[in-house]
T-cell receptor
């Protein structure tokens, strides 16, 4: 069955520290998509990245980077030089199937607190 | 990507009453999804709404409690019926906005 595990419930770091949020997934499909979303205190969900199961290249976007490893079923998210504005709950999600746009399964989220 | 307007943004309701949440999308979409996020919890899919057919509900959710309408390709409503304090949650609608789901800003419901 599908499952997404975010073992870190809450992380606190001091501004400018690097922080990695872990995500481990389970699926029987060979075709699937993985996502990260950010939920700031205002409550909306902000899409950060999508990665398909056939693309294991790591991705960097500014201070954000993602490490996808099929061998360990992990899709970890690193924020470099964290800032107070990064404080939010971060969700990892999995979608099975060729389109990658149906029935997301979300992890329980990691609350990141960046202290000034 | 699609832009979703969801309302109300928040409400406080008496137990036993019903609340209807609306989502308007700025483009036509085939499927709309309704999620619930209980306090401090993750998102759980309630149902998938296709235009012109009955919604498909996930295990643990029933149409009598969460009736959904989908009258056209840009609009959907979710009603939370006969509310109890356990229904206090954030309710979010979502569409396939390419390359991922786009979410509405959510309805923060408190049942007293």
């Amino acid at each position: 069955a599908q499952k997404v595990t975010q073992a870190q419930t809450e992380i606190s770091v001091v501004e400018k520290e690097d922080v990695t949020l872990d995500c481990v997934y389970e699926t029987r499909d060979t075709t699937y998509y993985l996502f990260w979303y950010k939920q700031p205190p205002s409550g909306e969900l902000v899409f950060l990245i999508r990665r398909n199961s056939f693309d294991e290249q790591n991705e960097i976007s500014g201070r954000y980077s993602w490490n996808f490893q099929k061998s360990t079923s992990s899709f970890n998210f690193t924020i470099t030089a964290s800032q107070v504005v990064d404080s939010a709950v971060y969700f990892c999600a999995l979608s099975e199937g060729g389109s990658g746009t149906y029935k997301y399964i979300f992890g329980t989220g990691t609350r990141l607190k960046v202290l000034a | 990507s699609a832009v979703i307007s969801q309302k109300p943004s928040r409400d406080i309701c008496q137990r036993g009453t019903s609340l209807t949440i609306q989502c308007q999308v700025d483009s036509q979409v085939t499927m709309m999804f309704w999620y619930r996020q209980q306090p401090g919890q993750s998102l759980t899919l309630i149902a998938t709404a296709n235009q012109g057919s009955e919604a498909t509900y996930e295990s643990g959710f029933v149409i009598d409690k969460f009736p959904i309408s989908r009258p056209n390709l840009t609009f959907s409503t979710l009603t939370v019926s006969n509310m109890s304090p356990e229904d206090s949650s954030i309710y979010l609608c979502s569409v396939d906005g390419g390359p991922a789901y786009t979410f509405g800003s959510g309805t923060r419901l408190t049942v007293v």
